[in-house]
């Protein structure tokens, strides 16, 4: 698979990378432990040198999952990983947490889990209104220096903290999610990420599933998957939106393509230091995923997406106004 640099940064990755969330949270049923240590080593055999992971995505299951899968490429492999929260006896999220003593503490736990030497990129998960952001930079740029983590990230942040960040320690990559049918990074975090030099990893860059046209009105999913209380996953909402999904559609026949391809493209298509991470459950959507990158699309190809993409207004908000206010977009 061809690579791309984050940014200024230097760090480089494949041009897609596996978000590891979903083996392990949000969306059950899980695959079986040697399931999901058999897709990630998949991952590698295809070319795919960037796994992303958290401490919060189980949680810690998801990070000793990747490391044990990884163990045998240690060293070759970039592995994504993030601080942030606190969690309860039984796993549960109990409230933020970016305070600097914290986050050296989840960085040497996460360490262990990973059975890694140092951290490749270390990601805020996500900001900490109570916490002074230069606070969470200068805690980062200490563990930098002492050769535990290599880059720092931030994730769903807003250009200001994005700013306030990189003026203390240079960060190499933001996440947050990017797609044809979550498009407001465009208005000022991407221009601000091309003049600072940061690289962009979309996450949910299929739209949960919902971009790939496997997903419409009348689809059941697990009682504990996260669309469940998604405003944008009401049956009413995804009728509507399916409009998106045949636009994907038509261009993908022309393309001898699926609409996962697609849309993945488009993405890759928008900046060359942009690297998204789809996450898949599936073998066969792994490789359907790999093969966006080999998808070319024209200037008037994506023109032609634009305009019609511009035409169709999406229905259902992306998150419930509780868990949006959480974000810093």
């Known amino acids: 698979m061809l690579k791309r640099k984050l940014g200024n940064s230097g760090l480089e990755v494949s041009a897609l990378g596996l ?3 979903g083996l392990t949270f949000s969306y059950p049923p899980f695959p079986e432990k040697k399931e999901i240590i058999s897709l990630i080593r998949s991952a590698v055999e295809r070319g795919v040198t960037f796994f992303d992971t958290a401490e919060a995505y189980g949680p810690y299951t998801n990070e000793e999952l990747v490391g044990e899968a990884l163990a045998p490429v240690r060293g070759h492999m970039v592995i994504a990983t993030k601080f942030g929260f606190d969690f309860g006896p039984k796993g549960e999220q109990t409230g933020q947490n970016s305070r600097p003593k914290h986050i050296r503490e989840v960085a040497e736990a996460s360490l262990k889990r990973l059975k890694i030497d140092a951290i490749d990129l270390f990601y805020q998960h996500r900001v900490d209104t109570s916490v002074p952001i230069e606070e969470v930079a200068g805690a980062v740029k200490d563990l930098i220096r002492e050769g535990k983590v290599k880059h720092f990230g931030l994730s769903e942040a807003g250009v200001q903290t994005i700013r306030r960040a990189h003026a203390v320690q240079s960060v190499t990559a933001l996440q947050s999610e990017y797609s044809l049918w979550f498009r407001r990074p465009e208005d000022e975090v991407i221009p601000t990420l ?38 944008r996953f009401t ?8 409009a998106l999904v045949e636009l994907l559609r038509s261009i993908a026949e022309r393309k001898k393509a699926t609409p996962a391809q697609i849309a993945l493209a488009w993405l890759l298509a928008q900046r060359p230091w942009i690297v998204p991470i789809p996450g898949t ?5 792994l490789e359907e995923n790999i093969g966006a990158a080999d998808v070319a699309l024209t200037g008037d190809d994506l023109r032609e997406i634009d305009a019609a993409a511009s035409a ?14 959480r974000t810093g977009l």
């Open 194 to 231: 091309e003049e600072l030099g940061i690289g962009f990893v979309p996450f949910s860059p299929l739209g949960r599933g919902f971009l790939t046209g496997r997903i419409d009105e009348n689809t059941k999913f697990d009682s504990s998957d996260f669309r469940n209380i998604s405003p």
């Open 19 to 21: 978000g590891c969330m």
């Open 312 to 325: 169709i207004k999406i229905q259902g908000a992306r998150y419930s106004e509780q868990l949006e206010h």
């Open 281 to 285: 459950k599936k073998l066969e959507r």
């Open 235 to 242: 049956p009413e909402a995804r009728k509507a939106n399916e």
